[in-house]
Structures are given as structure tokens and as C-alpha cells.
């Protein structure tokens, strides 16, 4: 059984910065990929930032790129975003998924395998 963990959500002001991580622990081996997906109220769930096993070839949705990083420490099991300069926009349910098949980054939901609980990120303007 997998379970990813995700932390580090909460409230920032537009400009400001928060970082979350996503924790995975079961039978998963490290060459799993990585995404980041969020969810506005009322909107449907989107791509946000993927990344390889390897933790590789990094791929960002427009809304983000420049402003996001995504990473992952394979020895700790642990993926991260780092979120800069957010906007009032990025407001949304953020969650971390992770794929078994690892080597090709993917943007869709569907394509991947276990999903974390989300964690909730509130930018005031």
C-alpha cells in the first residue's frame, strides 16, 4: 500500500512564497515520477508541475513556469514545490500524485497511480 503525505500548505500574501512537500511511503520504488496537481472551488483539477524519476526534465503548466519548482529526493522518498511570487490565482487544494512508471513526464490525472490528500494554499491580495 502507498500513501502520499502532503505538507507545508497555509496562508501567504500575493508575492510571497510558501513550499509544499509530499512524503510517500509503501511499496513504491524510487523510480516513480512525480506531479503536482491543485483544485480552485469550483473549478476542475489541473496540471500544475511534473517531474521524472530521476528527477529530471521538469515540466511546468504556463501559469507557473518561472514561478514554480518542482523536486524530488529519491533517498528521502520525498517530492517538493516551491512556490514563488504567488498570485491571488494560485489559490486552490494542492496535491501531489506519484506514477509507478517513471522515466516519461505525464499532465494528465488519469495517468496517474496514487494521489495524497491535498493540502490548502490561500493567497490574500
Known amino acids: 500500500q502507498v500513501e502520499l503525505v502532503e505538507s507545508g500548505g497555509g496562508l501567504v500574501h500575493t508575492g510571497g512564497s510558501l513550499s509544499l512537500s509530499c512524503a510517500i511511503s509503501?511499496?513504491?520504488?524510487?523510480?516513480?515520477?512525480m506531479g503536482w496537481f491543485r483544485q480552485a472551488t469550483g473549478k476542475e483539477r489541473e496540471f500544475v508541475a511534473a517531474i521524472t524519476w530521476s528527477g529530471s526534465s521538469p515540466h511546468y503548466a504556463d501559469s507557473v513556469k518561472g514561478r514554480f519548482t518542482i523536486s524530488k529526493e529519491n533517498a528521502k522518498n520525498t517530492g517538493y514545490l516551491q512556490m514563488n511570487s504567488l498570485k491571488p490565482e494560485d489559490m486552490a487544494v494542492y496535491y501531489c500524485?506519484?506514477?509507478?512508471?517513471?522515466?516519461?513526464?505525464?499532465?494528465?490525472?488519469?495517468?496517474?497511480?496514487?494521489w495524497g490528500q491535498g493540502t490548502q494554499v490561500t493567497v490574500s491580495s
Open positions: 500524485a506519484a506514477r509507478r512508471a517513471g522515466l516519461i513526464i505525464r499532465t494528465m490525472e488519469r495517468e496517474y497511480d496514487y
Open positions: 509503501g511499496d513504491l520504488f524510487s523510480s516513480y515520477g
